[in-house]
C-alpha cells in the first residue's frame, strides 16, 4: 500500500494525475453528518484498514466454518457422504445466491454501510448458533458407540442448520457490499484517488486470502484435534472482531446515498420505450429527456451520457408531444432520464463481460474437486508424513498472497510504461490476461496427469487402481497458476464491476460478479455429468471413473482448457466492442 504515494510522482510528470488537490469529494458521497466529505479527514487509505481488517476477519469466519463443514457433518451429525455432500453444496450456493438480497436492500434502500452493519449482527448470531451446537452437550448429537452413531434429533438439526443458514444469509448481505463501500472512500472523479482505489480492491483480495491461508490450516487442526467448539468458536470470535473493526473506522467514511430500487428502474425503461414503440428517436441526442441539474434524478448517482447502442430503450426518454404540451415529466413509467436508460444498456453491455466468469469459475471448482481426486492418486507422502490432498489448495492461496504485492509494486509501474494506463492495465485487459493464465492452468493440471498416466501403465498399475509412486508435490504448479490466474481475473472482475457499473447499481453488480461462482460450480457439476454420460455409453470405463489409473482425467483438463480457450476468444471479442461508461 506504501508504494502507492511512491508512484505518484512519475505519474503527475506524465499527466497522467491532476497536481490540483481538490477540498471536498465530488463524486456525491457524504460524510457521517451527511455534508460533502472533506478529503483530508475522510476517506482514502485512512478509511481502508477498517475495511480490510473486517474483510480478513470475515473471512475466516466464513472459511473457519466452509472449509472442513463436511467433515463435521460426517463425524458429529453422523451424516452419510453423499447427504453430507449435498448439504455442503446447497449450502454453499446458497451462500452465492444470498448477495442479490444484500445488494438490492443496500442500493435501494438502506446503504452499503446499514446493509454491512445489520447483515453482520445476523451473521454474528449464525456463528454463535453454531458453536453452541458443537459445544452444549444437549445441543450436539451422542458420539458413536461401537458401529453405532445415533442420529442428531429435530432440534439439534434445527440448531445447527438454522445457524448455518443465518451464516449464509449474513455472508450474502456482506458479500456484495464490502468492496464496493471500501472502493467508496475513492473519489471518483480525482484522477489521484482513482489509482489509490485500483490499489486498493488488490489488498482487499489480499485480505481475503490471509483469512482463508489461516482457517485452512490453522483452524482445520485445531477443529480436528482440540474439539469442534473451540474450532467453531475461533470464528465466532473473528467475526466479533470483524464488526468491531468495521464500526471503529465509522468517523473516516464516506458514503454513498441509496438511489431506489434499481429492479423498478429498469422495469420502467422496459415499460415505457414499449409505450412509445411508435416514436421515432430524434437524431440530436440533445433532445431526449434528462434533468437539468448538475445531478442526475437519481440519489447518489452521476449523470451518464448518451450512447448510441440499443436505441430501441432510448424511446423511453424521447419526450411526446402530449407531456410536451402538458409540462409534466414526472411519471417515469412513461418518460424515463437518459440516465436511467444508459443504467440498463451499461447492463446489457456487460453481460458477455460477465458471462466469461461462468467458464473461469468452473475452471477455478476444479481446485476443490478434481485436483484433489488427481492428488489422492498420487504418492502423498513425505518422508513419514502423509500430505492430505485438499491441503495442497493451500499453495493457491500463497500464490495469491505472493502475487498480489508483485502486482501492485513491479507489474503495475512496468505495465504503465506501456500501456500509459495510470493503473497498469484497464480492468478489461486484467480480465482478459487472467482468462490466458487459467488455459496455461488446465494445460499443466492435464501434462501432470499424461505423466501420471504413462508411469502407472509402466508400472502395470492400470488395473489395481494403486497410487502411482510419483509426488503430488508436482500438482504445486498447477495451484500456482491457478492463484495467479486469480489475481488478474477475480480482482479486475472486482474493480470491472464497481467501476463500469451504474453509480446506484454498485452493490447489485458485484452481487451479479459473485453470481458466476455459483454457476461456474454448478457449470462444472453439468460438464462431469455429461463426460461421463457420453463416455461410458458403450460400456467403456470412461474419463472419470472410480479408478483414475484406467480412466484419462487428462482428456477432461484439456476440455476445460478448450472450452477456456473459447470463452477467451468470445471475451476479447466482446472487450474489443465494449463501451466504457462515461459519467459527468
Not at 9 to 36: M, R
Not at 113 to 135: D, E, K, Q
Not at 151 to 158: G, M
Not at 461 to 471: D, F, H, K, N, R
Request: hydrophobic share 45%; charged share 15%; net charge negative.
Amino acid at each position: 500500500m506504501g508504494s502507492v504515494e511512491e508512484e505518484e510522482a512519475p505519474l503527475i510528470e506524465q499527466g497522467l494525475i491532476s497536481q490540483e488537490p481538490k477540498l471536498y469529494a465530488e463524486d456525491g458521497s457524504v460524510d457521517l453528518h451527511g455534508n460533502p466529505p472533506l478529503k483530508e479527514k475522510t476517506g482514502n487509505w485512512k478509511a481502508c484498514p477498517f475495511i480490510l481488517g473486517n474483510e480478513c476477519c470475515e473471512r475466516l469466519a466464513y472459511y473457519g466454518i466452509a472449509g472442513n463443514l463436511i467433515t463435521y457433518l460426517t463425524t458429529k451429525l453422523h451424516q452419510g457422504n453423499v447427504s453430507a455432500a449435498r448439504n455442503v453444496t446447497t449450502w454453499q450456493g446458497t451462500c452465492y445466491l444470498t448477495p442479490l438480497i444484500g445488494a438490492v436492500l443496500a442500493d435501494a434502500y438502506w446503504g452499503r454501510y446499514w446493509t454491512i452493519a445489520c447483515f453482520s449482527g445476523i451473521y454474528f448470531i449464525g456463528m454463535s448458533a453454531l458453536t453452541l451446537s458443537a459445544s452444549v452437550p444437549a445441543l450436539k448429537p451422542a458420539e458413536c458407540i461401537g458401529g453405532f452413531c445415533p442420529s442428531a434429533t429435530p432440534a439439534q438439526y434445527a440448531m445447527f442448520f438454522g445457524g448455518l443458514y443465518l451464516i449464509a444469509l449474513g455472508t450474502g448481505g456482506i458479500k456484495p457490499c464490502v468492496s464496493s463501500f471500501g472502493a467508496d472512500q475513492f473519489d471518483d472523479t480525482d484522477s489521484r484517488e482513482r489509482v489509490r482505489k485500483a490499489s486498493f480492491f488488490n489488498w482487499f483480495y489480499f485480505s481475503i486470502n490471509i483469512g482463508a491461508l489461516v482457517s485452512s490450516s490453522l483452524l482445520v487442526w485445531i477443529q480436528e484435534n482440540r474439539g469442534w467448539g473451540l474450532g467453531f468458536g475461533i470464528p465466532t470470535v473473528f467475526m466479533g472482531l470483524a464488526i468491531v473493526s468495521f464500526f471503529f473506522g465509522t468517523p473516516l467514511y464516506r458514503f454513498q446515498k441509496p438511489g431506489g430500487s434499481p429492479i423498478t428502474r429498469i422495469s420502467q425503461v422496459v415499460v415505457a420505450s414499449f409505450r412509445k414503440s411508435t416514436l421515432r428517436v430524434p437524431e440530436d441526442a440533445a433532445l431526449l429527456y434528462e434533468t437539468q441539474d448538475k445531478n442526475s434524478a437519481i440519489a447518489g448517482s452521476r449523470k451518464i451520457e448518451h450512447t448510441d447502442d440499443c436505441q430501441y430503450l432510448d424511446k423511453a426518454a424521447v419526450i411526446s408531444d402530449e407531456e410536451s404540451k402538458s409540462g409534466d415529466f414526472s411519471n417515469s413509467w412513461r418518460l424515463c432520464t437518459v440516465t436511467q436508460v444508459e443504467e440498463l444498456k451499461i447492463l446489457i453491455r456487460m453481460f458477455p463481460i460477465w458471462a466469461s466468469g461462468i467458464i473461469f469459475s468452473a475452471v477455478y471448482a476444479q481446485m476443490s474437486t478434481m485436483f484433489v481426486q488427481q492428488g489422492r492418486a498420487m504418492d502423498c507422502k513425505i518422508g513419514s508424513f502423509q500430505i492430505p490432498p485438499a491441503a495442497l489448495g493451500t499453495f493457491d492461496t500463497a500464490s495469491v498472497i505472493i502475487w498480489v504485492p508483485l502486482y501492485d509494486r513491479f507489474i503495475v509501474p512496468l505495465a504503465r510504461r506501456f500501456t500509459g494506463v495510470d493503473k497498469g492495465f484497464t480492468e478489461i485487459q486484467r480480465m482478459g490476461v487472467g482468462l490466458f493464465v487459467s488455459v496455461l492452468c488446465m494445460a499443466a493440471a492435464a501434462i501432470i496427469e499424461i505423466i501420471r498416466l504413462r508411469l502407472a501403465n509402466e508400472l502395470g498399475l492400470v488395473e489395481s487402481g494403486a497410487p502411482v509412486p510419483i509426488s503430488v508435490l508436482w500438482q504445486i504448479p498447477q495451484y500456482f497458476i491457478l492463484g495467479a490466474a486469480e489475481v488478474f481475473y477475480f480482482i479486475g472482475q472486482l474493480e470491472f464491476f464497481y467501476d463500469q457499473s451504474p453509480d446506484a447499481m454498485r452493490s447489485l453488480c458485484s452481487a451479479l460478479a459473485l453470481l458466476t461462482n455459483a454457476l461456474g460450480n454448478y457449470l462444472s457439476s453439468l460438464i462431469l455429468t455429461l463426460v461421463t454420460y457420453f463416455t461410458t455409453m458403450n460400456g467403456g470405463q470412461g474419463w472419470i471413473s472410480d479408478n483414475l489409473n484406467s480412466g484419462h482425467l487428462d482428456y477432461f483438463f484439456w476440455l476445460l482448457a478448450g472450452l477456456s480457450l473459447v470463452n477467451m476468444a468470445v471475451y476479447f471479442f466482446s472487450a474489443a466492442n465494449y463501451k466504457q461508461k462515461k459519467a459527468s
